[in-house]
């Protein structure tokens, strides 16, 4: 069985415990600059948001040459995004959105 | 308040705490399972998969990691990317110590490890209706809300994926960007969040075409929040909290009941 990618869970978990726990452990750390409590505030929307749309809008070919990709993956991000606005349930909003491609997959070209 | 009233305070706010969890868990548990299977997908193997389960402990940035592996970018690009996603770790942290800060140090640091989005939210309220911190409370919180289920869903979707045939025939390749676009929405709570997360898609997408996606993704989290930041705040903004919980609506959450008390 390979291990080859748990030297990448451990250094994932390296940069990810910091954050978690610094201002539980480190004296002085429980109130951040509003600024930098701000900018982290805004950095869960930001990559979020570039993740989905870069997974959707960009697609590469055998050389990893980037390409613009439109295509019915748009609709179904749209659906999960609008459901969970809606109904502030991100299940529910992948169920649609898997139940809409799965349909659209499935149709005739 | 009498100990008797304190004690009952206690019980019924654990109760809550409880029943909040399983409501969680449920759904952690199907998340869970689709990160096995993509992970299987990718071609983890279930110890690398559980590792990534039990280390990072992080979903969005174990999808985050799914996809980029496959993509055969650099570990730092991916190393990178967890940071960035993972950094909001540090509102919710900021958010408890003051309820813990007279905890031992040990206690704290196994707290922080098993720190997310739903245990943050569960704990959070339980703290302020009681005024204090609860560990117990803390614990079962995040450890049967998330860390149990998350875990052996994974164990499961990274085993029995195999017997899923062609899973893009089912929509399932759709998951991840539709997962980090409702989380998204979920951290949305105002105006410049709104600005955030837009900017971060525009630049993520345009840098990506120009360059490389691993870029873009990174360039989207730097400058999202800086152009975020540079527009007034909107009369709807308010402090983040976890609006996102797999399978709950935040309306359900229990309301704080008081101001958390400095110890």
Known sequence: ?109 | MSQATSDSLLRASRRRVVVDSLGIAVSATGFGFVYGLAARAAGFSPLEAGAMSTIVFAGASQFAAVGYVLGGFSWVGVVLLTAFINARHLLYAAALAPFVADRPRPVRAVMAHILTDEAFAISIAHFRRLGRADMTGYFVAAVLSTFVPWNLATLAGVTIGGSIPDPTRFGIDVIFPAAMGGLAVGLITGRRELVAAIVGAVVGVAVSLAWDPAAGIIAGGLLGPLVGIAIPAGPSDRAPEAEIVFGRRPGDEPKPEAEPGLP
């Open chain 1, 1 to 109: 069985m390979s291990v080859a990618l748990v030297p990448l869970a451990l250094l994932m978990g390296l940069v990810t415990y910091p954050s978690r726990a610094l201002p539980l452990l480190v004296p002085g750390m429980q109130r951040l600059p509003e600024r930098v409590q701000l900018y982290l505030r805004l950095v869960g929307p930001a990559v979020l948001g570039a993740l989905a749309a870069v997974n959707v809008m960009v697609s590469l070919d055998a050389d990893r040459h980037p390409s613009f990709h439109v295509g019915v993956e748009w609709l179904a991000v749209g659906l999960c995004v609008g459901v969970v606005a809606w109904r502030k349930n991100l299940f529910l909003g992948l169920l649609a959105a898997v139940v809409l491609l799965t349909i659209a997959r499935g149709l005739p070209a």
